[in-house]
Antibody
Framework: QVQLQESGPGLVKPSETLSLTCSVSGDSINSYFWNWIRQPAGKGLEWIGRVYPSGTTNYNPSLKSRVTVSLDTSRDQFSLKLTSVTAADTAVYYC????????????????WGQGTLVTVSS | QAVLTQPSSLSASPGSSPSLTCTLRSGMNVGTYRIYWYQQKPGSPPQYLLRYKSDSDKQQGSGVPSRFSGSKDASANAGILLISGLQSEDEADYYCMIWQSNAVIFGGGTKLTVL
């Protein structure tokens, strides 16, 4: 059973870059898309973006100019970089798996990390 | 106008069968979308419940009880999550989701309270 674990700084200063890593264990990182999703306290979910082992990426248009999602298959990890952060970027950040490429029945997020709280504050 | 609109809250009694709605923005046709539903309990990540596009294109999440089901109301341009025989453990936040142009859109979520 696949497991995902987020890691990274819990506090980032305004205007700096938020960097998180998701470590994947229990299954191959190949053949799936890998996603970042965030949730401000007491609010709803916001999809940030995804990466496929081929290097293909897709991003939320509202964040695209500030986001980079990348994958390191040798380490079974994928990462999020969000630049020029403000207080509005304070949220719990989740990494999640899905879909499996070429399988239209898997277009959902089937495995999630527990989430990591990132606070943007000076 | 948000792409997906959900009521912020809903209360229902144990044993009842509440319907949670997910209304698509005007100009979008609910018939063309697969609507995905997730359940989130406090302190935990969301869990996939099911997908519904039509009776011939639907999917139940692994281990999800059959009392959770999906449907659509074309006249309201909405996807529906029906919970039959509501139980106290169903108290949670529920989110709908669609894919649009290789991007994911979530609804704002409905907080379901079991009275």
């Amino acid at each position: 059973q696949v497991q995902l674990q987020e890691s990274g700084p819990g506090l980032v200063k305004p205007s700096e870059t938020l960097s998180l890593t998701c470590s994947v264990s229990g299954d191959s990182i190949n053949s799936y898309f890998w996603n970042w999703i965030r949730q401000p306290a007491g609010k709803g979910l916001e999809w940030i973006g995804r990466v496929y082992p081929s290097g293909t990426t897709n991003y939320n248009p509202s964040l695209k100019s500030r986001v980079t999602v990348s994958l390191d298959t040798s380490r079974d990890q994928f990462s999020l970089k969000l630049t020029s952060v403000t207080a509005a970027d304070t949220a719990v950040y989740y990494c999640a798996r899905g879909p499996q490429a070429g399988n239209s029945n898997t277009w959902y997020f089937d495995s999630w990390g527990q989430g990591t709280l990132v606070t943007v504050s000076s | 106008q948000a792409v997906l609109t959900q009521p912020s809250s809903l209360s229902a009694s144990p044993g009842s069968s509440p319907s949670l709605t997910c209304t698509l923005r005007s100009g979008m046709n609910v018939g063309t979308y697969r609507i995905y539903w997730y359940q989130q309990k406090p302190g935990s990540p969301p869990q996939y419940l099911l997908r519904y596009k039509s009776d011939s294109d639907k999917q139940q999440g692994s281990g999800v009880p059959s009392r959770f089901s999906g449907s659509k109301d074309a006249s309201a341009n909405a996807g529906i999550l029906l919970i039959s025989g509501l139980q106290s453990e169903d108290e949670a936040d529920y989110y709908c989701m669609i894919w649009q142009s290789n991007a994911v859109i979530f609804g704002g979520g409905t907080k379901l309270t079991v009275l």
